[in-house]
């Protein structure tokens, strides 16, 4: 296991000792890098999401009706997305539903209308026959995407600040930093790395997790006009919290394969010009070195102080630290910095990592039809030598249209075959096939068979 010392505090020897009644240790650290706390036009003002939600779906022929086998999917079937626009929750192409987008499915038949907002929409199935399936018009029911929905869906805990307890605070400016390590089983890695550094001539700055006057939160405090940074880590367990171990996590996949896009925060300040920088780390292949890693930083929301504003930073949105940047799919340290104007105070409550919520509409393409045959004979009592004609009459019921229709009508031993005289399709006399093609519902087809009788005895087609 590597680990190095935090970004630049700009500390040039490590000593730590005890706190009287507590767990911080006060440490110099050598130089690495610091956490940057860009100017304020540089950040980005960030606010829950509002597009993370998506459509997503199969189009496939169930020839059994009993839902989706592989071989049943339908590729490059287009699939239409409309905007209930007149909000009647019913569908009204042309009429005041707008379309949105349109899309094709992939090989494996599914398809994805991605970064939707709030509101309602319909999927529509047009007619089109794709990829040897002919698929009939159909269309989803209302689907109704609520504000909630458009924040996302929780993928992956990083730490909720209800179970483990820490407190440390730094009144001294002297270059020599507060830190606190702590086991977590609430925090990614099972471990809460805290971090402070007083630099201000006066004040103090306190950083507390679950303390029993706040519980369940994360508090950035201070007092006297204190300003200077406050940092928390998760890196894994062992080596304390005055070194960033960017293996610590084990390259942890933070997409989750891809599905999830960023960090939710549910966060406050109780004053305007306060910033939090989010640092994600990969393993840059070197002991005691952590130079590849991204960074994104916003402007904290002003809620009075309480953690009750949901920030949402999309792993899109930052930017190479140094070393080529993180990969967010092998992650092997996160690390979160408050800083800001004199006397801030803020809260985070919860920090997850959170992906789109999926609503998922299939159009199965089971058609039922209801088909029936009758057959009759011209003659049913002939003589050896005379010609009889057969006649098969195929119907269907619907509801629905039927395709790839073949029926089966061999001749009895003793009958000679002559000719035949299908309505559509063909009939093979060897194999007495009749392949019959589509049947309209409340359509039919007829096959006439002319045939020779041969021998004398019952004959029964």
């Known amino acids: 296991m590597k680990r190095l010392n935090r970004a630049g505090r700009k500390f040039s020897e490590t000593l730590s000792r005890w706190m009287a009644g507590d767990r911080a240790s006060r440490s110099r650290r050598q130089a690495r890098r610091r956490l940057l706390f860009e100017p304020l036009e540089n950040r980005r003002l960030l606010a829950a999401g509002t597009d993370l939600a998506a459509i997503v779906g199969t189009v496939f022929d169930d020839f059994t009706g009993d839902g989706f086998s592989p071989g049943e999917e339908v590729a490059s079937a287009t699939v239409n997305l409309y905007a209930d626009t007149n909000a009647n929750g019913t569908f009204e192409p042309g009429a005041g539903d707008v379309l949105q987008t349109s899309t094709t499915t992939n090989a494996s038949g599914q398809y994805r209308f991605s970064n939707l907002t709030a509101g309602s929409y319909f999927v529509q199935q047009p007619a089109q026959s794709v990829s040897g399936s002919t698929l009939l018009a159909a269309n989803s029911n ?16 990083i730490d909720t600040f209800n179970t483990t307890t820490q407190s440390i605070t730094d009144s001294t400016n002297d270059a020599v930093a507060v830190t606190d390590s702590a086991a977590a089983s609430e925090a990614i890695g099972g471990e809460r790395d805290l971090f402070v550094n007083l630099t201000s001539a006066a004040g103090a700055l306190q950083l507390s997790a679950n303390d029993p006057l706040t519980p369940g939160v994360l508090t950035f405090n201070t007092t006297g006009a204190a300003t200077g940074e406050r940092v928390i880590t998760w890196d894994g367990t062992g080596g304390g919290a005055a070194a960033v171990n960017d293996t610590g996590l084990g390259g942890i996949d933070l997409t989750s394969t891809g599905t999830a896009t960023g960090f939710n925060l549910t966060i406050g300040a109780d004053l305007a010009g306060g910033t939090l920088e989010v640092l994600v780390y990969s393993d840059d292949g070197a002991g005691g070195t952590a130079t590849r890693f991204s960074t994104a930083t916003i402007a904290l929301p002003v809620t009075g102080g309480s953690a009750s504003a949901l920030e949402y930073i999309p792993f899109s949105s930052f930017t190479t630290g140094g ?21 801030l105070d803020a809260e985070i409550d919860l920090v997850t990592v959170v992906g789109p919520t999926l609503f998922t509409q299939n159009f199965s393409n089971f058609e039922s039809a209801d088909l029936s045959l009758t057959k009759s004979v011209s003659n049913a009592t002939p003589n050896v030598g005379d010609s009889v004609t057969f006649t098969l009459t195929l119907a269907n019921a619907g509801p629905d249209a039927a395709s790839n229709v073949s029926v089966g009508d061999t001749l009895p031993t003793g009958m000679t075959f002559v000719t035949s005289s299908p309505s559509q399709g063909s009939y093979n006399s060897g194999t007495g096939i009749w392949t019959v093609g589509s049947v309209a519902s409340g359509g039919n087809a007829t096959l006439q068979i002319v045939a020779t009788v041969t021998s004398t005895g019952t004959k029964t087609n």
Not at 142 to 157: D, Y
Not at 323 to 343: D, H, K
């Open 323 to 343: 070393g080529g940047g993180a990969n967010f799919a092998s992650v092997g340290a996160i690390e979160a910095g408050i800083s800001g104007v004199a006397n």
């Open 142 to 157: 209302v689907i109704v995407i609520s504000a909630s929905a458009v924040q996302g869906t929780t993928i992956r805990t």
